[in-house]
């Protein structure tokens, strides 16, 4: 993993980014950064495993289904000013990679006039190129993902756990995301890059 080439790939690609050694101080740096405006977050052990959300609950109106369940809360979470997520990798090309079920990630990190989206990731998320990326995202974020939800089947993904049959209704691998650039008219598209193992 060569942080320093993604870096520079990720800001060749018009991508903010920022870099930080401990999730404390990724979670102080989002917690000055956004006050005073809406806020959505994606599904995100990432997320979860900073808790940034009681923090941004202290100067923000915040959405988040992990909270409050529903598909209310993802249709507000959808329109905020502000959308916090994750990745399942990120290559040392700059390119963004998700996988999603339902969409509500994919279609916040990629809409919204004036909007600041965060993807937030730790270093364990760098892929070499985008095959290795793609791999990474559909066999360990995946299968993992998939894992705390009833009814998954047994996997042969490289790291275990349970995923629902690719062709179940109930399958997670639903659509594919690569972020190859900020969208037209959004604020920012800010990477935060943390050196620790976080997340999926």
């Known amino acids: 993993m060569d942080l320093e080439k993604t870096i520079r790939a990720l800001k060749g690609r018009g991508f903010e980014v920022s870099h930080f050694a401990t999730k404390e101080e990724a979670a102080d740096y989002l917690a000055a950064s956004i006050h005073d405006t809406t806020v959505g977050m994606g599904g995100s052990k990432t ?7 009681d923090r941004l609950t ?11 369940p529903g598909i209310p809360t993802l249709d507000k979470a959808l329109t905020a000013q502000t959308y916090l997520s994750s990745a399942n990798a990120i290559t040392e090309q700059g390119e963004i990679i998700n996988i ?8 916040a990190m990629v809409y919204g006039p004036e909007k600041n989206v ?20 559909r066999n360990t974020a995946a299968v993992q993902n998939m894992a705390r939800f009833p009814n998954g089947q047994p996997c042969q993904g490289p790291r275990g756990g349970k995923c629902f049959d690719c062709r179940s209704p109930g399958r997670g691998c639903n659509a594919l995301l690569v ?8 604020a920012k598209l800010e990477v935060v890059l943390i050196d620790e193992e976080l997340g999926l």
């Open 47 to 53: 997320l979860d495993e900073l808790g940034i959300y």
């Open 58 to 68: 202290e100067n923000n109106t915040v959405f988040w289904h992990w909270r409050e």
């Open 100 to 107: 999603d079920g339902r969409g509500n990630r994919l279609a």
């Open 118 to 137: 965060y993807i937030v990731a730790g270093t364990n998320k760098i892929a070499e190129d985008f095959d290795s990326g793609l791999f990474r995202a």
């Open 179 to 186: 972020l190859w650039g900020k969208m037209f008219d959004m």
